[in-house]
């Protein structure tokens, strides 16, 4: 309950957008963080995935709950002159290597003691 707690919390709008499409979609990292702003299509709800587990090219649902901010996440990054979904301050694409990890704020962490 308190990794979702800290999902729907997130201060960074990045964090909230990636968390979430990995919490809906059932995408791996590194298909995450290689998506395109041209990849994804917020009217029919459609991710596309190139080059995915098998190097296989897939279409990902995502479910209306996640289309408003994803939409203005998009547009954002359109604005920002932006070519991926996620870029680094940078401007560089992230990467998917296994060092990077997701972290839950302290506050949110669950106790890991027996009950």
């Not at 298909?31 to 080059?51: F, K, N, W």
């Not at 479910?63 to 547009?75: C, F, H, N």
């Amino acid at each position: 309950m308190a990794f979702y707690d800290a999902v729907w919390t997130a201060q960074q709008l990045t964090h909230v957008i990636m968390l979430k499409l990995l919490l809906v979609t059932g995408l791996r990292n590194a298909e995450l963080v290689q998506l395109r702003l041209a990849d994804v299509d917020v009217h029919t709800g459609h991710l596309r995935i190139v080059q995915g587990k098998g190097h296989k090219d897939r279409e990902v649902l995502f479910p209306l709950s996640v289309r408003g901010e994803l939409a203005q996440y998009v547009e954002r990054q359109r604005g920002a002159g932006a070519t991926s979904l996620f870029e680094s301050k940078r401007r560089l694409p992230y990467s998917g290597g296994e060092h990077e990890t997701c972290k839950i704020p302290d506050g949110h962490r669950e106790s890991t003691e027996t009950r």
